[in-house]
């Protein structure tokens, strides 16, 4: 049974710092979702994290640090390009892929010879990565293919059992994992969507490659070929277009008529009938999306639907990262 820090004033701060320096696992808030934590230089409590996740033991993680002095050791060369991503994005929802040094053990990079950095901006995550003065590998703080925890409900029903340590840090601001970039090839390219665009990437490193479109010619995340961010109920997502509320009202009345339990995520210009209707929020500020969705597939399978209906959004920004995550989420672009 784990626990509960009710955020960094809590008594037993100095105890989950020293037990996440000592072996133990920690959950932690970022300003993305929630990790969970352990300390990236003792491969057996790395070991524990994908015990507790149920993690297929060839998806890498991502090493997290309070500073670039705690992660540099990591790698094997810090070349201009992931300097300046740094400088501009770092501490905040951007992961770096560059080639790891022998200062990186298999458990963490899955056997690859590439490793993940990310100096995460909550200011709960920076404090314990700060005080405990290590490298921390962390995951998403979920059970693996569920979708990830942005508040501290989530990660209390996924793995209360199976951790040490949660500290709570409120909800998550943005609600969906960083952006992926792998830099250990020629070009720079996208593995995973987020919060930071392509465009962004671009205006301060160059061309930048999208590996999620292309699964044919760049290399993928390992972790992406697995379902993922999945509710149990089936999600069917209508991709946007011109009739987008005709086309839910059909499918919502369809799936009821066969006495299925439906639940619709929409967005505020968006009605829906359906057994339970959740907003999304202004189409205008997809952000508000990002940060409800995950929340919200978790609801609808507490609630006892079969049927999700999900409105989509142009995949533009971080319209495009919700689009990724709900694909996955409806098991499109799976290999296995
Ligand atoms: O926002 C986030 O990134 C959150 C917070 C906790 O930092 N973390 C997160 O970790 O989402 P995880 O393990 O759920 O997703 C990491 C993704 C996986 O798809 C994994 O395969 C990929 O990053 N990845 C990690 N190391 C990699 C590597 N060396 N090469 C390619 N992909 C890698
Ligand atoms: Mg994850």
């Known amino acids: 049974m784990a626990v509960i820090l009710n955020g960094t004033d809590s008594p037993y701060w100095d105890e989950a710092v020293q037990g996440l320096r000592h072996g133990k696992l920690v959950v932690f808030p970022t300003e993305t979702v929630y990790g969970l934590g352990a300390n990236a230089l003792l491969p057996e409590a790395v070991g524990r994290i994908f015990l507790a996740k149920g993690r297929p033991a060839d998806n890498p993680l991502i090493v997290h640090g309070a500073a670039l002095d705690i992660l540099i050791p990591l790698v094997s060369g810090f070349p201009e390009c992931a300097a300046k991503l740094a400088e501009r994005f770092w501490p905040g929802p951007l992961t770096i892929i560059l080639k790891a040094s022998p200062a990186v053990d298999k458990t963490v990079t899955g056997g690859l010879s590439t490793v993940a950095l990310r100096i995460p901006s909550h200011p709960a995550a920076l404090k314990i990565l700060g005080d405990s003065g290590i490298p921390v590998a962390a995951p998403s703080a979920n059970l693996s293919g569920k979708p990830s925890p942005t508040c501290l409900a989530h990660v209390v029903e996924d793995l209360e059992e199976k951790v040490d340590y949660i ?22 390219v996208v593995l995973r969507p987020g ?17 999620g479109h292309r699964p044919d010619r760049f290399p993928k995340a390992p972790g992406m070929k697995y379902r993922h961010y ?3 109920a089936d999600l069917i997502v ?23 339990k439906v639940g619709a995520l929409v967005y505020d210009e968006t009605d829906c009938a359906a057994d339970i209707v959740k907003k999304l929020g202004s189409k205008a500020r997809p952000e508000t999306a990002a940060r409800r969705l995950f929340a919200y597939l978790r609801e609808m399978d507490s609630r006892g639907v079969d049927i999700i ?23 499109k672009g799976r290999t296995r």
Request: proline share 6%; glycine share 16%; net charge negative.
């Open 238 to 260: 209508i991709e946007s277009q011109e009739d987008t509320a005709g086309i839910l009202a059909r499918e919502a009345a369809k799936w009821m008529a066969k006495g299925k």
């Open 309 to 331: 209906l999900v409105e989509g959004i142009p995949p533009e920004g971080i319209g495009l990262a919700i689009m990724n995550r709900l694909q996955k989420a409806a098991g």
């Open 195 to 211: 919060g930071i665009s392509r465009e962004e990437l671009e205006a301060v490193c160059g061309p930048v490659g999208m590996g």
């Open 167 to 188: 500290i709570d840090g409120g909800r998550c601001r943005i609600g969906l994992e960083s952006t992926v970039v792998d830099l250990s090839g020629t070009v720079p």
């Open 230 to 232: 999945a509710p149990d």
